[in-house]
């Protein structure tokens, strides 16, 4: 289109809401008020077309555009009654309008087509100089600030200059006078600046702004804004221009900002604010007191109903919530814009179920009004909005929640105080599996190094405590107790804040708000169960994590890993021996150590899960994961073969310097994990489904019904067909030989993790043996796509996401064409060899919305998520149905 | 079969060569050299599924079968005109024949029907009692042994005593009367070892001797020869029982094995040896010197007449050179036993040439002939295998070849060494990528960890040096510069040799055979050349390999690893230094000293390759295999830190630890590598580009013709469209920009590695941009599997293919259902963009013949291996146009 010629300007009435893309946000809404017939001061768009013409022309405006702008002018002048640049001036607001809103773009001029003549038929009309003066003063900043780039300090300095000079301390107490000479020493900055002259010819003024707005699509702000959002770049942006309306004509005059409903709870009032006798920068400045608009009723009654009744209007048409800005010139009510309001995830669930009550929207409209994401802030605790906060430092927003505690580097620390009720903060540079027990016992981490993938993000996430990771300004000499925040010394022990949600570090101690989930969240939830034909499981690893699940809808158990059950802090030294065993019979004896504590963590698990499945997988991570750390037992062994002391003890670091580096991996994500760890040691995987089966055992004696335990043990990591078939001969022993002895039938299934490509490529074999999949999407990503999240996140995948070689972080959002592809074979193929085997998606994209869609199109019948992410991904799901 | 009723016991005269499944090996041959006319005397076989049944049967005869086997004893009585423990005696032999012959199973008992009556009658009809006495004693040796399981020695003991008493030294020197006494010893120690009389019922002596063969088909050696070669265990083995006949009546017998033609060369010549008035064990005793068979014709020239028509008939009937037992009875010809004869690579290929030749086969049925394998003895160095050897100690054979030289213990020293033309040997206890130049420095790698698959194994085999690895016997000691084989202590600088082809290690120089390509190897490979479809390339890194390739037979280079031009010890500090640099600006200035050296190498390479296509594949491997060790940094920093001397090289070193723990990855094998570097340091690329364009402007200044010269340039672990479009951009304007210079036009292919399970799901996508893909099967196996390969051989692989949980070793052999299906799903794809998109594979698995096939049947147009492995690709590509 943009080379060849066509319209590339519409009047607001030409235009309708579904024209954004042509005409912009902005435009496509005040065309779409104009034509419902609201009171909308008259004006036309320049397109988003003609945005990317120009560009395409070289910034340049052609004759065509020039003159279409040049015609709707005079319709502009024909409507108001008023001339451009005449005795009754027409004075326009230039503002840009993209499709998409973005910060970075050039900002509103008001009153162009000021100029010393017109500004003395302004002050001659509003009888009111020192207005007039004023708005020429503020159009002369604006215009050289955004459009002759000349720095703002330099206006800025008159007018403190002259307010000095006065003797007064505001700009409001400047006389029309004073401003006349503060537009005179203006002009004269803008000639030593630019080297020209302030442009006095309106439609020259015009031209510059449009060229203005065009430009400012490019400025590095919004292009920045643009990569993060993934917002392709020529999508362009419009062009609005209107006529001025004035609120400080009289006292019959004003403006305002109102919400249709309270953008915070989702009240239905009416919420805003107004000032007569007064133009929009007024209420932004601050200078005056806006008034809540519930006053209007006793100030401006006419307008007021006026005004109610054009909010209920608009809500009708939008059907949804509306912000509107307005303005009252002389007694008559103008809206200059409104749009869907933004609002709290709190305010956004009562809104959607409001609206279906007062029967604006059906359900399912309100089901896709809420974002699933946005579910999260209401379901962790939140730092309240109202409070002063002291931000040290910004982070990665790496799991929501806010937190408040001592700050505490070492985990078994953590642990002690928590265990004395102290509130503890664990910061460490990064976290591994061997601080689990302390993230456990921490009100939150807060990390120095890593990202939205590392291991300390992806272990709070799972247990619902909120982090922030990779906050680089912070610095940790665990040896001398202390941190340093941009430099500024902390000690051990001090107290900070985080908020997961945003990602900022805050010295000391805030009030918190504790998530409550309203009776309409409960409904919404509800609808949302109508809606979706996914089931959605929980990825819970202890009976408090299963508790709590149930709490937020789960129906079931889709993965429960136990190794997490090995990593508590008194269990560590058993399992350590049991890696470490030389014989077989050691290895059981450690074993027999850890079966019981097993066991009771399985029998609190089914409890909580009574008549729902739950699924456990067996033990999965590389051993050496839980041997001390290589580094500094090699340093140690260094020193003690130094100082040449207790030879004995030096044979035996020694020995587990030895075995650490035998365990140690070049590729543990690819390495002796999983089932091959189940294939090699048989006895462990015995052991562990002997500790379920004696779990499930005792609660039927405890009176639970054997149908109501619904257990399926998961094999990990399967790549080959005989892999799973020697596994479940193991599990089918080991259950049998509980079950025996118990004199007990109790049905069960045997199923696997696919999460390798092989085991998608040889699903229709695997088949043979189990009775259910559950993707492993995380391992599955990471062997499909060759990236370890562990590397990616911090090497080149921000990179990548940066310069759009991906679209989406895959370990976030499910890579559909790869991953995805491969996850549809699978289900084919196993499908073809058991019609009726159940399918589902255990990995952490389980609790990702647009993940979900993807899932729920491919046919799996339940995602399983870590338990804060089950109401969004109850939503997600009902989405997915009315987007499919 | 085996639960019903039916045949289980066949003539020799009712079975044919087909019957093998059933018969047996030997059987089946006995049946078919029966059926055929020649000489055999007479027997049957009792079949494989007897054997299967006797198992199903509790590992009992069953009357159906018992009674099969009188009729048959009946039969031979018959035929022979003798009884069984008559007057007349009928005395059989029993073996086992399995479908495979493998070690381990019962072997052969002679004589069997001998009693204290029937001895006497055998001695009055060979009027030798010495000889029916011999016999006697060594059939109950041998029965008491296999059969009754009675220790060896007990039986050894009392023929040493009576020599000793006799004060003889051999057993021939034992008299008549000796050997009666014998007898009388060894019936008492089988009483009183087994409790119960030796069994003098010739029928009971029978059914025991086919029992012991039955089970003697799952004793462990068997067995475990049947896991390593994964032989079926349900294939069970066959029993033949013959009429014995013998050598040593009288100087008109004899017995003898020969080959038709020569099994160490091929040579048309018989070859083998004979003794006159003997038993095959006085062949095998080498108590008397057999003769050469040649010499027959003197002394029984119609017997040999006979032999060498007999000769004659079993290869025109058997179409190849056999290898055949036979035994002169009283001037009469018996063949006992012929079979395709063993034979030397050499020999394999002389054969399968001259049948052609002599117009007994077909070049078709030549190539069928010879095992791709095979061929690798033919093409390195080996050891004279008339040499005595001094073994110290046996490792993996790694990398065929022989090598001998100093034991060098640093790559360094190693590279100084073989510069003053020194043959050393590189002695490690693993290898690194940094020991590059030691590796190529040396004639040979050992070291005493890692398998198949380690670093020292792959690199060893891509440069054709003979390596054996995981000598377990071997620790080495290099601060004291000593190293122990089985406790003994050797100083550094020792000579030792090693045996890349069967793993040994052996003290001291020994002498080597060169490898010669004879006129047959390259006729068959011509007739190979002139089979296949697939072409044949060479991975290849320098202009020597490139050079060795070509003179292989390789039609072009597949892959050229640039990163092995990087690992040169000269280049990598420059490599250090580009890949420390804190600013592109510090980048390109060690770039810049790489470009001239890169330069040269592809200058050489292309020259090697004039007139054929050559694929470079840009830079690669993780960038931290270029920094020092970590642990060795980590200990020193340490150590500065203590000692607190120069605070200079404490920050150096510091910093420097700094970055090789930035530039660590968890999984390195997942992680920043491949076009990921590309992408984040385009100017590495455009660097390798810009080298490799001005290599080729350089040969076409210097006269080769630009057409000559076909580039192939190759981005390496694509994943995504974008990430191939970003990089081709980088290689056509590296590419235009020396060619505009120039002033050239030279035509070039860009396209990707393919290996990683998402390339292949996308590869519609990718063949947008590329114009060849080329199969990276090692990391596409990597990922599949979700193994690492480094990991993987030392883990868990070896007790998956002891466990036959995986058929064969993945890295060795395509896995056909998993990668092979991807490689299939990718051609297809990349075929729907691009019709005519070239495609080849580069792994390891190029020169593997069972992969090849895969290759073949797939449809890929290349295949890509190390320089000598390409004369086996090229028949096994051939063979493989054969077998489809």
């Given at each position: 289109?943009s080379g ?27 065309a ?5 017939g ?19 022309r070289?910034?340049?405006i ?15 002048e ?63 900043q ?14 800025e ?15 409001a ?11 005179e020493e ?15 010819d ?28 993934r ?9 609005n ?6 609120g400080?004509l009289?006292?019959?005059?004003g403006?305002g900002?109102a919400f249709?409903?309270s ?71 103008y809206?200059?814009q ?17 609206l ?22 209401l ?8 409070a ?27 642990q ?19 601080d ?16 939205m ?19 680089e300004?912070?610095?940790?000499d ?8 941009d430099?500024?010394?902390?000690a ?14 805050i ?14 969240f ?7 169960d ?12 202890t ?8 709490e937020?809808?789960a ?6 890993r ?18 470490l ?46 041997l ?6 090699l ?43 189940g ?7 015995s ?7 004696q ?62 490509p092989r ?75 058991r ?8 990995g ?7 993940s ?26 009902a ?5 499919g």
């Open positions: 289109m060849q010629s066509g319209q590339w300007v519409y009047r607001f009435a030409e235009g309708r809401a579904e024209m954004k893309n042509l005409l912009g946000g902005k435009g496509a809404n005040l779409e008020m104009s034509r419902v609201l009171p909308v001061p008259p004006g036309f768009t320049i397109t988003t077309a003609a945005c990317n013409a120009y560009y395409e070289g910034r340049q052609w004759p065509e555009l020039a003159q279409q702008i040049e015609e709707n002018l005079a319709y502009l024909k409507e108001t009654g008023r001339s451009f640049g005449g005795d009754k001036p027409l004075l326009v607001s230039v503002r840009s309008g993209a499709m998409i809103s973005m910060p970075g773009m050039m900002d509103t001029i008001l009153n162009l087509g000021l100029t010393p003549k017109t500004v003395e038929a302004l002050a001659a009309e509003s009888s009111d100089r020192r207005f007039a003066m004023d708005c020429f003063r503020r159009f002369i604006m215009f050289a600030d955004v459009v002759l780039k000349v720095e703002s300090y330099h206006f300095n008159i007018l403190t200059e002259k307010r000095n000079a006065r003797n007064v301390r505001t700009d107490e400047l006389q029309a006078e004073d401003l006349a000479e503060v537009v203006f002009l004269k900055v803008v000639r030593r600046e630019t080297g020209t002259e302030f442009p006095f309106p439609r020259e003024q015009l031209f510059l702004a449009v060229k203005a707005v065009f430009d400012s699509w490019h400025n590095p702000r919004a292009t920045v804004y643009r990569q993060i959002n917002i392709p770049d020529d999508l362009g942006t419009a062009v221009v209107q006529a001025m309306v004035f400080n009289n006292n019959q005059s403006t900002v249709t409903r953008p915070a709870t989702g009240e239905p009032v009416i919420y805003g604010e107004y000032l007569l006798n007064a133009q929009g920068e007024d209420v932004v400045a601050g200078i005056r007191t806006p008034r809540p608009i519930a006053e209007m009723a006793q100030e401006l009654p006419e307008i007021y109903k006026q005004f109610v009744d054009v909010c209920r209007k608009l809500e009708a048409h939008y059907r949804d919530m509306q912000d509107i800005e307005f303005t009252i010139e002389n007694g008559k009510l809206i200059l409104t749009r869907n309001a933004k609002r709290t995830a709190a305010a956004a669930v009562k809104v959607a179920v409001d279906v009550r007062e029967g604006v929207i059906s359900k399912d409209e309100a089901l896709l009004r809420v974002e699933p994401d946005q579910l999260d802030q379901l962790h605790r939140r730092i309240d909005p109202e002063k906060l002291n931000v040290l430092a910004y982070g990665l927003p790496a799991s929501p929640g806010a937190a408040t505690g001592k700050v505490v580097f070492d985990p078994d620390r953590a002690e105080l928590a265990s004395e009720n102290v509130a503890v903060l664990l910061v460490r540079s990064e976290t591994t599996p061997d689990i027990h302390g993230i456990k016992a921490a009100q939150g981490v807060l990390t120095s190094r890593g990202g993938t590392s291991h300390a993000a992806v272990v709070a996430r799972g247990m619902g405590k909120p982090c922030v990771c990779g906050c300004a912070l610095k940790i665990a040896a001398k107790g202390k941190f340093y925040i430099g500024q010394e902390y051990e022990g001090e107290v900070l804040s985080i908020d997961g949600a945003t990602g900022r570090v010295l000391g101690e805030v009030p918190l708000i504790d998530p409550e989930l309203t009776p309409e409960k409904e919404l939830l509800s609808w949302a109508a809606k979706r034909r996914l089931r959605v499981r929980a990825n819970a690893d009976p408090d994590d299963a508790a709590l699940a149930v937020l809808g129906e079931g158990i889709g993965l429960c136990t190794e997490h059950m090995f990593m508590d802090k008194a269990r560590v030294p058993v399992v350590q021996k049991m890696i065993a030389a014989t077989l019979k050691e290895r059981e004896a450690a074993m027999a150590e850890l079966l019981p504590m097993q066991k009771d963590d399985f029998k609190g698990i089914l409890q909580a899960m009574t008549g729902l499945p739950v699924t456990i997988r067996l033990l999965d991570p590389p051993l050496h994961e839980f001390p750390n290589r580094e500094a037992l340093l140690e062994v260094d020193r003690l073969r130094r100082e040449g002391g207790d030879g004995q003890l030096l044979l035996q670091r020694e020995e587990l310097l030895l075995k650490v580096r035998a365990l140690a991996e070049q590729n543990p994500m690819l390495g002796h994990r999983g089932c091959r760890l294939l090699v040691y048989p006895e462990i995987y052991m562990q489904v002997t500790a379920i089966f779990a499930a055992v005792e609660l039927v004696n405890e009176g639970i019904a054997a149908e109501q335990i619904k257990l399926e043990i998961m094999i990990p990591l399967v790549g080959h067909g005989a892999e799973l078939a020697r596994m479940k001969k193991v599990v089918d022993d080991a259950a049998a030989a509980v079950l025996k002895e118990a004199g007990l039938e109790l049905p069960y299934l045997v199923g696997t993790m696919i999460e390798l085991a998608c490529m040889v699903a229709d074999e695997l088949a043979q043996e189990a009775e259910f999949f559950s993707f492993g999407t995380n391992d599955l990503t990471q062997t499909t796509l060759g990236y370890s999240r562990d590397d990616a996140e911090g090497k080149f995948l921000p990179f990548y996401l940066e310069h759009k070689i991906l679209p989406a972080n895959p370990f976030m959002e499910v890579d559909r064409d790869g991953v995805g592809a491969l996850v549809r074979i699978a289900m084919e193929k196993g499908r073809k060899t019609p009726d085997i159940k399918l589902g998606i255990c952490e994209h389980g609790g990702d919305p647009a979900i869609e993807f899932f729920h199109s491919a046919g799996l019948h339940y995602v399983s998520c870590s338990p804060y992410r089950i109401p969004i991904a109850r939503l997600a799901a989405r997915a149905v009315l987007k």
